[in-house]
């Protein structure tokens, strides 16, 4: 199954044990995993803003302190046996990340900072190279700031034109135009999944459109990899970014896949050491996959904690998290609409199976910041703001959204304490 | 929920719900300037008219308008802010602004760390209404909003000709 074909999958797919509450989780078991979940009891804590990062569980936490306690080292170019466990550490990270993704060369995995990295490295490497006047770029009006002002920030240099995948009014893209806007794009930046609505898009209808006109495809996929399966030969992007931290990995590290043959014949990113093969007074040549693009020291331990995060989502299995997200969005839709009714407004599509599991709502004419505090006030953490998606916020005609997201350690009792919260502060606000 | 009462007040709500000189004047012969809080989206946009601008900080505002879009906290501290400002000279003003900073910021420096409520022995009486703003200090992130009002009024004043003094 891949994010384009995602339905209610097949509820005889897999056969973990099925707890009461119909999903294929077992939450509470998961939640003990996490130990910020136990350590903040008062109030409980309602975590609703994995959009934003997730929590990390102990099995990340102790990968890592493993590796500082027993294996750190600078990694390559060391002869002593330390130096070499670091390496290897560094490299059966990368190849899990490969291995995660359904990428078959693991030197086609580069650990970057994070996605916003990743995408910076796409635009003032292959962008700089390939993109000029009389060129175009097309992103949609649901991408992230990270997938807009690099390309901005290059165009402003570079000359080329910017266009926009516009809207329906549920959020989701109108692509009636797409052949036609397509003509003369060079770049198409795509999300996998709004973090502000949670649509899903057809990657692979537009890879197929932007192929044929002759364009690459750059997949935002933040948002998707931690909570659906995905497979870079399926959906057929040619370069896709994501975040460790949003999927039970660190903070510091991030991850840019791109095709070889693309990787290779572009120019190293940022310079300095680990990225060359030789250095000479008049020049460098840079070393070859994936070294080219790791300039400096890379994030270690954050790469090995990320490794650990994949291991822990393969054990889950990330078709059981996309079926447990999906009945929980479904959930959270039907039981706030019924309880709170005409009072609550959601943004985006009316389908929970066209959806990730992120909800941007409106109360009442509550300002999602005022919302936000109240909720805090019963421990239930979610987001206002305007979510790193201004224009998006411009289609949806409000200046800000309150988000709640949800995660493999949330569950129905989460979704009913958002409720009453909510209930709370309409109380509050409006006696 | 006693910090939560204590952040939206009564009063606080009143100025919320029936924003006080809410609207646009003409621009010129007034000045306008925006703020935006670009964490939160919050927006606020200042009209000020003076009586003569050459009278420096003698100057009367004659007249001020707010337009914008954000919390109650945003929001209310601007409509306190008009309210207090009409009428008065440009140094009463800023020293109004300047009471208020200090109310604010007595804790702006600990933005992040355990922040202990609002200072016991300030002097809050010549803030009038604003005073009820003062738990916002326990919620550090909310400072920007109460004084996103007061730096957009300080931006107006320049623009009017008669710059502050920070
Ligand atoms: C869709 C999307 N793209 C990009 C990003 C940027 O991720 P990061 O801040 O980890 O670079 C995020 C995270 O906020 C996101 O949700």
């Known amino acids: ?431 | 929920m006693s910090d939560l009462e204590d952040l939206y007040r009564e009063i606080i709500l009143d100025h919320y719900r029936s924003p006080r000189n809410r609207g646009e004047l003409a621009v010129p012969p007034a000045s306008r300037a925006e703020g935006f809080n670009p964490l939160c989206g919050d927006e606020i946009v200042v009209y000020l008219q003076l009586d003569d601008p050459a009278k420096g900080d003698e100057a009367v505002v004659q007249d001020i308008a707010i337009g914008g879009q954000g919390c109650s906290i945003s929001q209310s501290s601007a409509s306190m802010m008009s309210a207090a400002a009409k009428g008065h000279t440009v140094a009463e003003v800023r020293e109004l602004s300047s009471a208020f900073k200090s109310m604010m910021s007595v804790h702006e420096d600990e933005l992040g760390g355990t922040v202990a409520g609002a200072p016991e022995d300030a002097d809050l009486s010549a803030l009038g209404d604003l005073a009820a703003l003062r738990g916002v200090v326990q919620f550090p992130v909310r400072i920007k909003c109460a004084t996103l009002a007061w730096n957009t009024l300080a931006e107006v004043l320049a623009q009017a000709g008669v710059a502050t003094s920070e």
């Open chain 1, 1 to 431: 199954m891949t994010i384009d074909t995602m339905g209610t999958p097949d509820p005889n797919a897999s056969a973990p044990t099925r707890p009461d509450n119909g999903s294929a989780l077992d939450v509470p078991s998961i939640k003990a995993d996490f130990p910020i979940l136990s350590n903040r009891i008062d109030p409980p804590l309602v975590f609703l803003d994995s959009a934003a990062s997730s929590q990390k569980p102990t099995a990340v936490l102790d990968a890592m302190r493993h590796y500082y306690e027993y294996d750190h080292a600078n990694v390559h170019r060391a002869a002593y046996d330390l130096a070499e466990a670091a390496t290897n550490a560094l490299e059966s990270a990368r190849a899990k990340v490969a291995g995660f993704i359904g990428a078959t060369d693991p030197a086609e995995i580069i650990f970057t900072k994070n996605a916003t990295e990743s995408i910076n490295l796409v635009a003032r490497s292959w962008g700089a190279a390939n993109l000029g006047e009389g060129d175009a770029v097309l992103l949609t009006q649901l991408e992230h700031h990270a997938d807009i002002v690099p390309w901005q920030q290059l165009a402003a240099e570079k000359g080329f034109e910017i266009r926009w995948i516009p809207l329906t009014a549920d959020a989701q893209l109108d692509l009636s135009d797409l052949d036609r806007m397509l003509d003369g794009v060079k770049l198409v930046g795509l999300t996998a999944m709004s973090n502000v609505v949670g649509t899903l898009t057809p990657v692979r209808h537009i890879t197929e459109a932007a192929h044929t006109a002759g364009a690459v495809v750059c997949l935002d996929a933040c948002q998707s990899v931690p909570h659906t399966p995905t497979d870079v030969s399926e959906l057929d992007v040619d370069f896709m970014v994501f975040s460790g931290h949003k999927m039970c990995g660190p903070t510091g590290i991030g991850v840019l896949w791109g095709r070889r043959h693309l990787l290779e014949d572009m120019p190293p990113f940022l310079g300095g050491g680990g990225m060359i093969l030789d250095v000479r007074l008049d020049g460098f040549v840079p070393a070859d996959l994936p070294a080219k693009f790791e300039a400096g020291t890379p994030p270690i331990a954050e790469a090995v904690g990320l490794g650990a995060a994949v291991d822990y989502l393969e054990a889950i299995g990330m078709e059981v998290v996309r079926e447990h997200e999906i009945r929980l969005t479904a959930y959270a839709m039907r039981s706030l609409t019924e309880r709170l009714g005409d009072d609550l407004t959601i943004h985006g599509p009316a389908e929970p199976d066209l959806r990730g599991g992120v909800l941007s709502f409106a109360y009442r004419d509550i300002h999602p910041h005022d919302l936000s505090q109240v909720l805090n006030s019963y421990g239930v953490c979610v987001r206002p703001g305007h979510h790193c998606a201004k224009p998006l916020m411009r289609c949806l005609g409000v200046g800000a959204t309150a988000r709640a997201s949800w995660y493999i350690y949330n569950d129905t009792d989460d979704i009913d304490a958002l409720a009453a919260a909510i209930e709370a502060s309409g109380d509050f606000f409006s006696p």
